[in-house]
């Protein structure tokens, strides 16, 4: 059902990432740009890393380069293939291209193991044997240098005997660490002579059994850039401080050939934040985990795949990506501005059709028995281009509960008795009164909308309805914020009435078919999902005002 909406393609902000980029191709530093988008699989995507995908795949994309998808699959005991799948699943359902096939850190491990080979052999690396409090006690804090450890001066020839035996599975788990040969009195305590090999007996979900050592992301994802010859390593500002190991270690690395120049680079950008919601796969995992919501894709969740379910599109996060832009500074984005984003691509793709939510009966009392019309109904309001639709009519409908009362307040416009409203591209209907849980009205039968007569008798108030004999019963879920703290970080903020499902009588035209995304008039943007309908967002911001 829905329509392609002109391509809207505005000319994209700059920022800082794309000067460097700027620069680079201009002084000849690459012939193309290569970036990447690097998930750990230990989780669902959230919507923090639509922001990484579309800042890595629209960089490639607007520079005619290329961006790669890689697991950074080095920790095996937390990996599962069922997130690699979904993973893929929400990249390719944001449109990025990764050309088709996605990479695996894992594929690297022998060259990663060649590396620490030639680390050791020159003398840049070493086999550290003390225990985990006596490596932690060494390495100092922020005001104390670290203490060199006493394996610190083993021989290369050692170091390297020791580094096979742990690869080959002769020693515990624990029993000792290969470290890198920096400085132990640095101020950056990255550069504190980094672990960068550890003795891990664990299943990879790829690898199987075949490695009782697994190498450390600090260390893995420098090389898996290089290997790949990613230009551009664009990743969150928490990795700043790793940036001089990052440069220590490929300059090494490359000095001994085993990688070739032009290095990638390093940048940082300000990870987003949203409000209402958590953005982290391990608090993620634990919702999940203790069933305060049904699974990672339940349409409450902040993952692509829940955003997805709801009706977000991906259309909408470019718009929402665009407009929050990129920036070194890290800052809170209230949720508001996402749903809006959403809003207005829906607006432009999704087709307007009547539902009713919280229904109650209304009965015309002179329309014939038995009689039916079809009204002539636009899909969308500012798109002519777009058609009618026929929607029938009868003497029995249903309409909103909230729009009749009998004891209406200073500005009610909608249904009450003596008043007359418009029945939405019907007739006018005048009340009577109400009686025996029905809205009793007569109608006034040269007010057909379309018709010469329609604007004869002028109303205030316009409402929708479905007629009752040819209604589609549905379930409908209704959406509020998963946290009401705006600020959440604990299970005590989510917020109880979060999803409220309910019996919705909708108009026909909305049954059978996958209907995609919809606008129920005056009640917001529906997302077709598992034989019901979501709410996706309501059609004013509903939340800021409160
Ligand atoms: P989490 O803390 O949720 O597990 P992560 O950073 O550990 O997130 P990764 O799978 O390692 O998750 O992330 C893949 C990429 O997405 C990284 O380059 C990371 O910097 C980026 N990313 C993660 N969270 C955000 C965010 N909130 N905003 C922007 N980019 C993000
Ligand atoms: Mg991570």
Not at 190 to 196: C, G, H, M, V
Not at 210 to 223: E, S
Not at 456 to 469: E, L, Q, R
Request: glycine share 6%; proline share 6%.
């Amino acid at each position: 059902m829905n329509k392609p909406s002109k391509p809207s393609q505005p000319a994209s902000t700059s920022n800082f990432i794309k000067h460097v980029i700027e620069s680079d191709l201009s002084a000849k530093k690459h012939i193309a740009i290569r970036t990447r988008f690097p998930p750990e699989p230990n989780g669902y995507l959230h919507l923090g890393h639509a922001k990484s995908i579309l800042l890595n795949f629209g960089l490639a994309k607007e520079y005619g380069g290329s961006c790669n998808l890689r697991f950074d699959d080095t920790n095996p005991e937390k990996e599962e293939q069922e997130y690699v799948d979904s993973i893929i699943d929400s990249v390719k359902w944001l449109g990025a291209d990764f050309g088709g096939k996605a990479l695996y850190a894992s594929d690297y491990f022998d060259k990663m193991y060649e590396c620490a080979e030639y680390l050791v052999t020159s003398g840049n690396a070493y086999v550290d044997s003390q225990s985990a409090d006596e490596m932690k006690k060494n390495r100092g804090d922020f005001t104390h240098p670290g203490v060199d450890s006493p394996f610190r001066s083993r021989s290369s020839a050692e170091n390297l005997s020791l580094l096979k035996e742990m690869k080959d599975g002769k020693h515990p788990d624990g029993t000792h660490v290969l470290r890198a040969k920096i400085d132990m009195k640095s101020q950056n305590m990255n550069l504190r002579d980094p672990a960068i090999y550890r003795i891990k007996r664990a299943t990879h979900h790829r690898t199987g059994d075949k490695w009782p050592i697994y190498p450390m992301y600090t260390y893995a994802h420098p090389i898996e850039d290089a290997i790949e010859r990613i230009t551009h390593s664009i990743c969150t500002l928490e990795f700043e401080d790793q940036r001089p190991f990052y440069d220590w270690l490929l300059n090494k690395l490359a000095d001994g050939k085993l990688l070739e120049r032009p290095l990638p680079q390093q940048i940082e950008f300000a990870r987003l934040n949203l409000t209402h919601v958590l953005l982290s796969k391990r608090l993620l995992i634990k919702l999940v985990e203790d069933k305060h919501v049904d699974g990672w894709d339940d349409p409450r969740m902040p993952t692509l795949a829940g955003a997805r379910r709801r009706g977000y599109t991906a259309e909408g996060f470019r718009r929402f990506a665009e407009r929050i832009g990129v920036s070194k500074a890290n800052q809170m984005i209230d949720y508001s501005i996402l749903e809006d984003c959403m809003r207005e691509h829906l607006n432009e793709i999704a087709p307007r059709r009547m539902a009713v939510l919280d229904p109650i009966k209304l009965v015309i009392e002179n329309y014939p028995e038995g009689q039916e019309e079809l009204m002539d109904v636009p899909n969308h309001p500012q798109k002519p281009e777009w058609g009618k639709r026929q929607v029938p009519f009868s003497r029995e409908l249903y309409i909103e509960r909230e729009d009749f009362t009998d004891a209406p307040e200073k500005g009610y416009f909608r249904l009450f008795p003596g008043n007359k409203v418009r029945l939405r591209y019907a007739y006018v209907v005048e009340c009577e009164g109400w009686h025996n849980g029905v809205v009793r009205c007569r109608y006034l039968p040269e007010t057909r909308s379309g018709t010469p007569g329609a604007d004869s008798v002028k109303v205030k108030g316009n409402i929708h309805w479905v007629s009752k004999k040819h209604a589609h019963q549905s379930e409908v879920r209704l959406y509020d914020r998963l946290f009401s703290a705006e600020r959440p970080d604990r299970t005590e903020h989510l917020n109880p009435k979060s999803l409220n499902v309910i019996q919705a009588q909708l108009e026909r035209n909305l049954a059978g078919t996958e209907a995609g995304a919809v606008q129920f008039e005056r009640h917001g943007y529906f997302m077709a999902d598992r034989g019901g309908f979501n709410r996706t967002v309501t059609l004013r911001d509903s939340w800021t005002r409160q």
